[in-house]
């Protein structure tokens, strides 16, 4: 079968699909907890949607597998594993501090690179601070300082081989009272490094989620292939920019 077909057949089978809490905005982690078991699939395009790729769809895709898991006292775990450096994390993320109007998370975790073809710097930890300022029931943003240590695959400079960012999103809510369809959101994120090893361009990512019954979906544009935060984090050496989607499934 043709594969442009294929691929707008298996788009119309999802959102026909699609007709609760959704942890990550587009790449990075939200103000929402997981309050059930949670299956999350990522999925970029790894052709520029600028060139003659079909949108990026003829090149090929970085996915990843992931599962988070609601623990006591709102405290969640995630396990995930993506495509590329065959890479491993896991993370746990508690609440701060919560009130109608602000809301502080703790995101800290570990992730490893299996890939052969990586010989140093394989495990990185991670750290991310998520401070989210909820300007009334529709719009909201977020400052997500983050730190990641052995960013640098190739060592190619031990003094920037850890790296600090300050990720920043802003979204916009659209509710639905009636129908398949609960609910619109409208992100757009972005990750500035402030220090360490870091690519040419950050990281960025705009969007939109659709909230149906138990699904999250997002489909959204990125300059990154990466939706890992050891890997995301570090931007991009060009300026391309790629098709991707995200699918979450509450259990």
Not at 8 to 17: A, D, E, P, V
Not at 62 to 67: H, K, P, R, T, V
Not at 146 to 175: C, E, H, M, W
Request: charged share 15%.
């Amino acid at each position: 079968m043709n594969r442009r077909l294929l691929f707008l057949i298996s788009l119309l089978i999802i959102i026909q699909t699609l007709l609760s809490a959704n942890p990550y905005y587009l790449n990075l982690p939200s103000y929402r907890l997981a309050d059930k078991p949670e299956f999350r699939l990522t999925h970029r395009f790894l052709g520029d949607v600028g060139k003659q790729y079909f949108f990026g769809l003829d090149v090929g895709a970085n996915i990843s597998l992931g599962a988070e898991l609601p623990l006591a006292n709102k405290w969640t775990w995630a396990l995930y594993r993506s495509r590329f450096d065959q890479e491993y994390g896991t993370s746990l993320k508690l609440p701060l501090y919560t009130s109608q109007t602000d809301s502080v998370l703790l995101l800290g975790g570990v992730t490893t690179r299996t890939d052969s073809s990586i010989v140093r710097n394989s495990t990185s930890w991670i750290g991310q601070l998520i401070y989210t300022r909820f300007i009334d029931e529709q719009l909201y943003v977020s400052l997500i300082p983050s730190f990641v240590t052995a960013t640098d695959r190739n060592d190619s400079d031990p003094a920037q081989n850890d790296t600090s960012a300050v990720g920043a999103v802003i979204g916009y809510k659209l509710p639905f009272s009636s129908g398949l369809l609960k609910e619109l959101e409208f992100v757009g994120e972005v990750v500035p490094v402030a220090s360490g090893y870091h690519l040419k361009y950050p990281a960025f990512a705009v969007g939109v989620t659709a909230k149906t019954y138990g699904h999250f979906f997002s489909i959204l544009l990125t300059n990154t292939y990466y939706s890992t935060p050891a890997s995301y984090i570090i931007g991009n050496n060009v300026q391309d920019t790629y098709l991707a989607f995200n699918l979450i499934r509450k259990f």
